[in-house]
């Protein structure tokens, strides 16, 4: 809430560039002393910085970069000669302007520890005109101090203060002029919005001034902004040089009060903090200059398409080559030596794409802790919500798209999963009821699961809620996994009859919906009153997958490996057929649903006999089905291509792709074909 | 599998300056241009505006499974997935061949592309305002939702197709029920 957490990022970006410039440009000062172009560009990099600084309200990197620009003027004017002894000067001076802007652009910490350095280097820098005080100006004892006071000021205003035409910041700006100023905003006075009137002034300040003028001079300055309900005090904080720590760290500490939403009396701060003064404070450490560089995501995106172009071609690469050894075999080799070369240059160029475009899954695990907080103060539950694996990284689209489902499962968790504090002591479970959120890695794709210790779903109740709805046929007696499948239905739980089954499903479909539409997959597993877990099966990346390509008939297809469980040719004696359940095969005890996807796609001409062609087995929710296949072609990254846009919406394909020969080939929606 | 744009594309006559009927002050400030193409026995005409590029018919289209008939698949046009609508089929003509002639027109609406196949593509025309004809009910065989108009073209009936129409998403979720 304070003016230095403010600055615009562009401008932390100028920052950094000109700073590294300033630095470039010194060292060139030191090779060549004269060169009037090398500070002509430091003035004007200094000069720069110094604006921008003072337009973003950074006004001790502004005070700083002008004294330092002022340097830079006499070297200019040619009043003062460029030595290495100045150049390593202004370098430091450079470092610590670095160090002005670090605290900002790093972790957050409060500007105002480092102020007492930056007195001393101002100090310094001050003292550089004349060339014979140069000497003493390393150490900082030495030059002289004038004795400057610290005061501090609170100015409430009139609330009709801008009505008047009065304008705070004139004020600002000449208490400036005065001393180096830190100013603080209390918002603690605005209305709620109802009440708002944007022609009221509802903010006040504290200011504290360190200044050589007399108290008395600031009251002249205050007495022109004095209105009828005004109250503006001014308070001289006596602190001799030594304990203007004291002061800072009071400062600081109000801040981070202020920020935490209270206002504090700065002075009973002061005295507060005294007692807790831990020795001297230490240099402030230099960070290095980011390595970082901001690029919208827009340019990825095209970098990404590019990519996967190039992905495309390679593949075109690979099928030529089987032309090209049928024609000359040792051409042929040749080529395909290249051709695997630049094959592992693609994947690598592929997966770094990839990285760029990753960010940590934990970016949207953070809002959740206060989601679960304020969720908990208004229901009177108690809820523990634990992160794990808040580093793994996904997809910035993917991230983006999974966070509202994520919420959604959340405060199912919270709303219907979790029970209430008196409920779960009288059933002997901890009152506090844990929710766990977390994240990992698996082979190509990422997990994440949303897990709560509450009274799980009970398959009854959906079952019984399933008949009622008519969703469930009377005779047809589900397995527990289908039932719990139910939840996802759509429309399931918005009947009223439903609400007395533990509720969960409000929306699942949607959530269901949402995960395949990213080509990923929703699994529940429940223990009735021990707790239920929806575990998210989500690929890296939107634009390339990994996937099976298969062939039914003449056609091939793709299948998004991260769906894959298995394959095999089965026996004969593994095909069972049930009545009501249709065909089965049996792979080690599990009788998993036979599926041929000939009959799904309409194909003609396919192999009908599961043991003539092949079995995949595929991960859908919690169930596995086996699909029956011709053939597997092969196995290879796809480069997805929407095809929503154009015109047609084709049920049981997610998307096409592209093959080295150029044909189209359709990417399977293993969802829609099994539903 | 690269598309070169069609061979006939060249011989256009854009401009016919034969024709001393032809209203050169049209071409830009009245009117509207119209690419006509035969399909059967008639004459359709298309708004130019519409008309992104005309390539020849490809060597593979990739079916789309469980799709109507006239949805002849998806083709591979320089990276973009498209998919193609085989008109005759789409306005159930009974004989007709694909033979050199045959091109598939990539129409454009909004941002959705889709190429379509008819039996040859004719001319660029301009046609005035007051050419235009309201087009009777059952002037043609096609459905008159998707007749914009009709316009005489030296003696010749030429039927403006209404593309955003015979394209319009309740339709073709119509056609999908059908199937």
Redesign the interface.
């Given at each position: 809430m304070n003016f230095e957490a403010l600055p615009a990022d562009e401008f932390l970006e100028e920052a950094q560039e000109l700073l590294q410039e300033i630095e470039e440009s010194l060292l060139l000062l030191e090779e060549d002393p004269v060169d009037q172009n090398v500070i002509q560009r430091l003035f004007r990099s200094a000069h720069t910085l110094k604006g921008g600084a003072a337009m973003v309200g950074l006004s001790d990197l502004a005070n700083y970069a002008h004294e330092f620009e002022a340097i830079l003027s006499q070297l200019r004017s040619g009043t003062l000669t460029s030595t290495p002894e100045i150049v390593s000067v202004l370098l430091k001076g450079k470092d610590n302007l670095s160090a002005l802007l670090n605290p900002i652009v790093g972790n957050s910490t409060s500007s105002s520890t480092h102020s007492t350095n930056e007195n001393q280097s101002t100090d310094q820098l001050t003292d550089i005109p004349s060339q014979q005080e140069f000497q003493k100006s390393d150490s900082k004892q030495d030059s002289p101090r004038i004795q400057k006071d610290v005061y501090l000021l609170h100015l409430h205003f009139d609330q009709n203060f801008l009505e008047q035409g009065q304008e705070p910041l004139l004020l600002f700006r000449q208490l400036e002029e005065f001393g180096e100023t830190t100013v603080i905003v209390h918002t603690s006075l605005i209305p709620p919005w109802t009440e708002f009137d944007p022609q009221k002034l509802y903010l006040w300040w504290s200011i504290k001034l360190v200044t050589e003028k007399e108290a008395e001079e600031i009251d002249e300055l205050l007495e022109f902004y004095r209105g009828k309900e005004s109250e503006l005090l001014i308070e001289k904080v006596e602190t001799p040089a030594e304990e203007e720590k004291e002061v800072q760290e009071a400062h600081q500490n109000m801040l981070q009060q202020i920020s935490a939403g209270e206002s504090v009396d700065p002075l009973t701060f002061a005295e507060s903090t005294k007692t807790e003064d831990e020795g001297p404070q230490e240099a402030v450490e230099i960070p290095k200059v980011s390595q970082t560089i901001r690029v919208p995501v827009s340019r990825l995106d095209r970098l990404q398409n590019l990519v996967s172009e190039t992905v495309i071609r390679q593949a075109r690469l690979l099928s030529l080559n089987e032309a090209i050894q049928a024609t000359d075999d040792q051409l042929g080799e040749q080529f395909l030596q290249f051709v695997e070369d630049n094959e592992q240059a693609v994947r690598e160029l592929q997966d770094q794409i990839q990285q760029v475009r990753m960010v940590p899954v934990g970016t949207i695990f953070s809002p959740m802790k206060r989601v679960v907080r304020e969720f908990a103060t208004r229901h009177q539950k108690q809820i523990k919500l634990e992160i794990y694996g808040a580093e793994t990284e996904l997809d910035k689209t993917i991230t983006e798209q999974i966070q509202g489902p994520l919420m959604h499962l959340l405060r199912n968790a919270m709303d219907h999963g979790l029970e209430a504090p008196e409920q779960r002591r009288e059933i002997g479970k901890n009152p506090i009821g844990t929710i766990t959120l977390q994240a990992s890695h698996q082979a190509g794709f990422v997990v994440v699961e949303v897990k709560d210790d509450g009274r799980g779903l009970d398959p009854d109740k959906i079952l019984a809620a399933g008949r009622r709805l008519g969703i469930v046929a009377e005779d047809h007696h589900p397995s527990e996994q289908e039932v719990l499948q139910l939840i996802f239905q759509p429309g399931f739980t918005t009947t009223r009859e439903v609400t007395d089954v533990s509720g969960r499903g409000v929306g699942m479909d949607a959530v269901k919906k949402d995960i395949e539409a990213l080509l990923g997959n929703i699994e529940i597993s429940s223990q009735l009153g021990h707790g239920t877990t929806m575990k998210l099966k989500l690929p890296l990346s939107l634009a390339i997958i990994e996937g099976m390509l298969v062939r039914v008939g003449i056609e091939t297809f793709v299948l998004p490996l991260l769906l894959v469980t298995e394959t095999l040719r089965p026996l004969p004696k593994q095909l069972k057929r049930f009545k009501n359940r249709g065909e089965l095969i049996d792979i080690r005890g599990q009788y998993l649903p036979l599926v041929r996807l000939h009959q799904h796609l309409n194909i003609e001409n396919a192999i009908e006999q599961p043991e003539e062609g092949l079995i995949i087995v595929v991960q859908q929710g919690s169930q596995n089905y086996c699909l029956l296949v011709d053939n597997i072609e092969d196995q290879l990254p796809v480069v997805i291509k929407s095809l929503e846009e154009h015109f047609v919406h084709i049920p049981g394909i997610a998307g096409a792709t592209i093959l080295g020969d150029g044909s189209v080939c359709f990417i399977l929606d293993v969802a829609a074909i099994l539903n | 599998?690269?598309f070169q744009p069609h061979h006939m594309l060249g011989n256009f006559n854009l401009l016919d300056d034969e024709d001393e009927n032809f209203d050169y002050q049209l071409l830009h400030h009245n009117g509207e241009q119209w690419l006509t193409f035969r399909l059967g026995k008639e004459t359709y005409g298309l708004d130019i505006l519409q008309v992104r590029e005309l390539i020849s018919y490809p060597d593979?289209i990739?079916?789309?499974?469980?799709?109507p008939s006239f949805?002849l698949?998806?083709?591979?046009l320089r990276?973009?997935?498209?998919?193609i609508m085989d008109l005759r089929k789409r306005f159930e003509m009974s004989d007709f061949e694909t033979g050199p002639f045959t091109v598939i027109i990539i129409v454009q609406i909004k941002?959705?592309?889709?190429g379509v196949v008819v039996d040859s593509v004719v001319d660029v025309v301009n046609l005035q305002n007051d050419n235009l004809l309201e087009a009777p009910d059952e002037s043609t065989d096609l459905d008159a939702k998707f007749v914009k108009g009709l316009a005489n073209l030296r003696g010749e009936m030429v039927i403006l197709l209404d593309l955003e129409q015979l394209?319009a998403?309740e339709e073709?979720e119509q056609l999908?029920m059908l199937r």
């Open positions: - | 599998m690269d593979s990739t079916r789309v499974p469980r799709m949805l698949g998806m083709i591979n990276g973009m997935v498209l998919p941002s959705k592309v889709i394209l998403p073709l999908n």
